[in-house]
């Protein structure tokens, strides 16, 4: 029997028009607790399913007369479920190429100021978020994480010039599209310093401020997740914050680095922490990454500094208890990121897929 199969972009294109269809995850336990699709109903059926049990289908609740679409890790066992679903007569499908596929989902956000307006692309399926500015047709573009096409798209269809792009640090989790971004449009990179990049582009001086038509960009040195880790403070409203800081979390000073680096780079980001929280309560955060996947109904993923300060459980601690406390949550590391950082150092991606190498969620945060 052959079995159906949609992409993640006609997925989450049936998730971003509200058409009515059933997501149905049958991964591991572990798997799903790390990484789903937003809204998607779960039943444990990896193991019984690849043993030939199909009647662990029958333990889940599947609403009537709208399609289903399976998923799993790479697309193998959710076309067993969706075989075994059209048998009882239900419209299935099963995701193509999985959660691996399920990566370069999108979806966006906007947030209206008085003379500009920040769009926020998520992808949801990564966790990855990034930024378009735009103020007088004028647009400025923060952790480009999408493939080049999706902002070149955006751009074109609104009608917006591109004036520069900018990079809060060297990414580990995912593949920086910034270089390819400014190359395509012949527009300035800028980057913090110092690092290690093998290619052209602007330093961001610490303390600077940028200035974009009416837009005004500090550039705040907020060294721990990496060292050379920056924020940008847009027009004393919104912050900017890369890795550093999230909504509900901080985040981890690891990455390539052994312990005594470790510790030495989460005492940095304490004291970076304490730079952030001197700034004004109302100003806005905007986060690099999310570690929940951005569901789509349009509502950013932001807080105001005031209700990260009253949230977030590490801002509140002295310097050794902080430092402490986050050396003893690291979480796992993440799959491929020395590659990943070598590539984003390269800026060339040309010998490898993406997907192979971005595949699985984010784990830049400490809760």
């Known amino acids: ?89 239900i419209e299935a499908y099963s995701l193509e190429n ?18 500009y307006t920040v769009i926020q692309l998520r992808r949801t399926g990564k966790g990855c978020l990034s930024y378009i500015i735009i103020s007088n ?17 955006i751009l074109k269809e609104s009608g917006w010039n591109l004036n520069a792009v900018l990079e809060t640090h060297i990414h580990a989790d995912h593949l920086s599209r910034s270089k390819q971004l400014a190359e395509r449009f012949n527009v300035e990179l800028f980057l913090p310093i110092p690092n290690k990049v093998t290619f052209p582009y602007q330093p961001l001086e610490p303390g600077q401020t940028l200035t974009f038509n009416k837009l005004s960009v500090k550039v705040i040195p907020t060294p721990g997740h990496t060292k050379e880790s920056v924020s940008f403070l847009l027009n004393n409203e919104v912050l900017f914050t ?69 949230n977030v459980h590490l801002l509140n601690l002295s310097k050794s ?6 050396l003893a949550k690291l979480p796992p590391t993440p799959a491929n990121f020395l590659e990943i950082v070598e590539k984003n150092l390269q800026g060339d991606f040309s010998d490898i897929n993406p997907s192979d190498l971005e595949a699985g969620a984010n784990r830049c945060a400490i809760n």
């Not at 690849?50 to 399976?70: F, R």
């Not at 047709?137 to 902002?151: G, M, Q, R, T």
């Not at 690891?254 to 940095?268: F, I, N, P, S, V």
């Open 1 to 89: 029997m052959e079995t159906p199969e949609i992409n993640a972009t006609t997925l989450s294109d049936w998730l971003e028009s509200g058409k009515k269809v059933t997501v149905l995850d049958v991964r591991p336990k572990e798997q799903r607790e790390e990484w789903h699709i937003p809204g998607s109903i779960y039943v444990d059926a990896y193991k019984r399913l690849n043993a030939g049990d199909a009647s662990v289908l029958d333990e889940v609740t599947i609403p009537a007369n709208i399609p289903v679409v399976t998923v799993c890790s790479a697309g193998r066992t959710s076309r067993i479920a969706a075989n075994e679903l059209k048998k009882k007569g």
């Open 98 to 115: 999985g959660m691996k596929g399920w990566s370069f989902a999108w979806n966006s956000a906007l947030i209206e100021f008085a003379n």
């Open 137 to 153: 047709k004028e647009a400025n573009i923060i952790d480009a994480s999408l493939p080049v096409e999706v902002y070149e798209n």
């Open 242 to 310: 890369g890795d550093t800081l999230f909504t509900n979390s901080v985040g981890r000073p690891d990455l390539k680095a052994d312990y005594g680096e470790a510790k030495q780079r989460a005492e940095l980001l304490y004291d970076s922490l304490q730079v952030l929280k001197t700034l004004n309560d109302s100003i806005i955060v905007l986060p690099a990454h999310t570690n929940i996947p951005a569901a789509f109904d349009h509502k950013p993923i932001m807080a105001t500094l005031n209700e990260i300060k009253k």
């Open 321 to 326: 208890e902080f430092t402490e406390t986050i």
